[in-house]
């Protein structure tokens, strides 16, 4: 059950990291703004079902690195 | 999206607030008066506070300025749950209005902090027009029942 969750939060989470990552490179800092504000309001609304363990790999799967990388933020 | 740089200084300065703070935990009835009870809300907008708001009378917190431009507020407070960890993260230094810390620069100064992500609560809060602050409360004393 857990893992159906976290493949949930997921799928919700990773559309917005890449929307994120668009609206960063195109220096809109509003849009950015609200894709960040989405992104939390996932991240809350999963907070009581998962681990923090979960969170974790979320923020560190393949796709948050390789954005984080694009982006000059992790080397 | 901006750099986070974490390194012995914040951590001394991390470790001077969370003394601090622990010293002077912040009362439930000062919590109610500014109306920052815990609501469960997931954001909370600048139309949301009460009437007569005034930052000023808030209780102290003690914040931790982070390399680069992130603002930790740190604070111990007395909620209907327990004894809780606060921690509001901010920006400042911005060259552009509207923006927010990322979720993962929340995660690692939270971490710093000694509070797991996403904390017990997590809730983004709008503190200038357009300009948002993420706040984690982590219960680090439970409240007893049937002793409130």
Same mark, same amino acid.
Request: net charge neutral.
């Given at each position: 059950?857990?893992?159906?969750?976290?493949?949930?939060?997921?799928?919700?989470?990773?559309?917005?990291?890449?929307?994120?990552?668009?609206?960063?490179l195109? &220096?809109?800092?509003?849009?950015?703004?609200?894709?960040?504000?989405?992104?939390?309001?996932?991240?809350s609304?999963?907070?009581?079902?998962l681990e923090?363990?979960?969170?974790?790999?979320?923020l560190?799967?393949?796709?948050?690195?390789?954005?984080?990388?694009?982006l000059?933020?992790?080397? | 999206?901006?750099?986070?740089?974490?390194?012995?200084?914040?951590?001394?300065?991390?470790? &001077?607030?969370?003394?601090?703070?622990?010293?002077?935990?912040?009362?439930?009835?000062?919590? &109610?008066?500014?109306?920052?009870?815990?609501?469960?809300?997931?954001?909370?907008?600048?139309?949301?506070?009460?009437?007569?708001?005034?930052?000023?009378?808030?209780?102290?917190?003690?914040?931790?300025?982070?390399?680069?431009?992130?603002?930790?507020?740190?604070?111990?407070e007395?909620?209907?749950?327990?004894?809780?960890?606060?921690?509001?993260?901010?920006?400042?230094?911005?060259?552009? &209005?509207?923006?927010?810390?990322?979720?993962?620069?929340?995660?690692?100064?939270?971490?710093e902090?000694?509070?797991?992500?996403p904390?017990?609560?997590?809730?983004?809060?709008?503190?200038?027009?357009?300009?948002?602050?993420v706040?984690?409360?982590?219960?680090?004393?439970?409240?007893?029942?049937?002793?409130?």
């Amino acid at each position: 059950m857990r893992e159906k969750i976290k493949a949930q939060f997921l799928a919700e989470l990773e559309p917005l990291l890449l929307q994120t990552e668009q609206a960063i490179l195109a &220096k809109d800092s509003s849009a950015s703004t609200g894709l960040s504000l989405r992104v939390m309001d996932v991240v809350s609304r999963y907070a009581a079902q998962l681990e923090p363990d979960d969170f974790r790999d979320a923020l560190n799967s393949p796709l948050a690195r390789a954005i984080a990388k694009r982006l000059g933020v992790q080397p | 999206m901006r750099l986070l740089s974490i390194g012995e200084r914040e951590r001394r300065l991390i470790a &001077k607030a969370k003394e601090r703070a622990a010293r002077q935990p912040i009362p439930l009835r000062a919590i &109610k008066d500014a109306g920052f009870v815990e609501q469960g809300k997931r954001q909370q907008m600048l139309a949301d506070r009460p009437p007569g708001f005034d930052r000023s009378d808030l209780p102290p917190t003690y914040s931790v300025m982070i390399p680069f431009g992130f603002r930790a507020a740190y604070s111990i407070e007395e909620q209907p749950s327990g004894l809780c960890a606060h921690l509001s993260i901010g920006l400042e230094d911005r060259k552009g &209005k509207s923006m927010m810390p990322s979720v993962e620069a929340v995660r690692m100064i939270a971490k710093e902090f000694g509070i797991t992500f996403p904390g017990d609560m997590i809730w983004t809060e709008e503190y200038e027009p357009g300009e948002f602050a993420v706040n984690i409360v982590a219960v680090i004393e439970p409240r007893k029942t049937g002793n409130a």
